[in-house]
């Protein structure tokens, strides 16, 4: 196992430093908060104009021995929340770049073996208003809701110039997390969309997600 892992907590907007407040309380140095829309779970209530909410998401680099300690600090900070507040998971961090040094992988050159996960993060970065072409696709194939960032893409010289100036498209980066045995389906419904055809319109990537929690109110 790594000696760090990523924290990637998704809860409504401005709730975020609820999470960050209790994670610190727990031995974690800090984390990132990002603003984000939530996307609707069925492609009906998109059509109709429901469901899509603002989030915030918050990414936190912390050390694996401490890790179930500050989620356990984070689900019982929001246990008086409503059922389904938000969700809670993680991902192997392989090295980690801190002060100016590279944390070194383990002797073997790689990561040991991470226990089985039974989900998946799907990324995928597109041009400025794809991204609910991409969620409609994907829920197709059985995912549900998702979480697009607004981005913009980094300029290359073959870019396109304006008086000079290279033109940096703008992005949507969608994030879904999706039961493992799900990921083929969404990745394939996804991977032939045309806004995904041409060189560098877009990308896809998935990742194995740990400890998954939703986080609010337990059901009894």
Same mark, same amino acid.
């Given at each position: 196992m790594s000696t760090f892992s990523l924290l990637v907590s998704i809860v409504p907007h401005d709730r975020g430093e609820k999470l960050t407040s209790a994670a610190v309380q727990a031995g974690c140095g800090?984390?990132?908060? /990002? /603003? &984000? !829309?939530? =996307?609707a779970k069925t492609n009906l209530a998109a059509v109709l104009g429901l469901g899509e909410t603002t989030k915030d998401i918050i990414y936190m680099v912390v050390e694996t021995r401490q890790k179930q300690?500050?989620? +356990?600090a984070i689900v019982n900070a929001t =246990? =008086? $929340?409503k059922a389904d507040f938000g969700q809670l998971f993680s991902l192997d961090v392989s090295q980690m770049l801190k002060t100016g040094t590279i944390t070194p992988l383990n002797d073997k050159g790689e990561d040991a073996m991470q226990k089985e996960c039974t989900r998946d993060m799907i990324s995928v970065i597109v041009n400025k208003g794809y991204a609910d072409d991409v969620m409609a696709a &994907? !829920?197709?194939a059985g995912a549900g809701g998702g979480t697009v960032i607004n981005a913009r893409g980094t300029a290359r010289e073959d +870019? $396109? *110039?304006?008086?000079?100036?290279h033109i940096v498209p703008e992005k949507e980066m969608l994030i879904m997390v999706v039961e493992h045995d *799900? *990921? &083929?389906a969404v990745l394939d419904a996804i991977r032939d969309l045309k806004c995904l055809r041409e060189p560098g319109s877009g990308i896809a990537f998935a990742s194995g997600v740990e400890d998954f929690t939703l986080l609010g109110k337990k059901n009894a």
């Open positions: 800090g984390g990132t908060v /990002m /603003m &984000a !829309r939530a =996307l300690n500050i989620i +356990d =246990l =008086l $929340e &994907a !829920r197709r +870019d $396109e *110039k304006f008086f000079g100036v *799900k *990921k &083929a």
